[in-house]
């Protein structure tokens, strides 16, 4: 589904991605953990190609883009409407409601009808648990539920990869729960997903593997129950020893 050879990013003179080399099958959910800076945030941003990687290659679900050479808009589009991002900040239209919010991708960006994307918007919306918030606009819902409708919008734009940036980050403790149960549920539809995250538990409870990334390479890479019960790798040790 996913495969990533040699991955580098430089903003200047500070390299951020030191050749990352990963593959990850069609299902799995694959959590990455790490200190901050160490690159986590920009590997999920370059599969998005809202950053341009300076080296490498990323393929996903059978598009492949190669970043030695000038790469054509044409290609990034294709690639990236093989997935969609859920944000640390839920980036909605203040101006729109949670059903208008949830329609607007697929109107633009797959020209689907407005009677066809209010449908999918009012399915998805009714599927993490806003079916009676529809018509509410951002400022009218709690920071679970906006990031609730931001995980709706990257659904309605069908991708075949989910990715998710720290997505309970800026939330309240107490609405924390609400959003993981959202993704939980999701995980168990089968589809792939790549999580930067804080939490524990839930890499834990849902990941199929967990990635430990530091200083811009991947330090470690195991199931959950080893990874945080016998972490081969002392930096991965002291990561977690910190964390838990």
Known sequence: MIKINGLH?????????????????????????????????????????????SAGSISIDGQTIDFSKPVPKKEVDLIRRKSAMVFQHYNLFPHMTALQNVMEGPMIVQQKSKEEARQKATQLLTKVGLGDKLDYYPHQLSGGQQQRVGIARALALEPKVML????????????VGEVLQVMKDLAGTGITMVVVTHEMRFANDVASEVIFMDQGKIVERSQPSEMFTNPKEERTRQFLNLIQ
């Open 164 to 175: 998710f940036d720290e997505p309970t980050s800026a939330l309240d403790p107490e609405l």
């Open 9 to 53: 990013k430089r903003f200047g003179d500070l390299e951020v991605l030191k050749g990352i080399d990963l593959e990850i099958d069609q299902g799995k959910v694959v959590v990455v953990i790490g200190p901050s800076g160490s690159g986590k945030t920009t590997l999920l941003r370059c599969l998005n190609i809202l950053e341009v990687p």
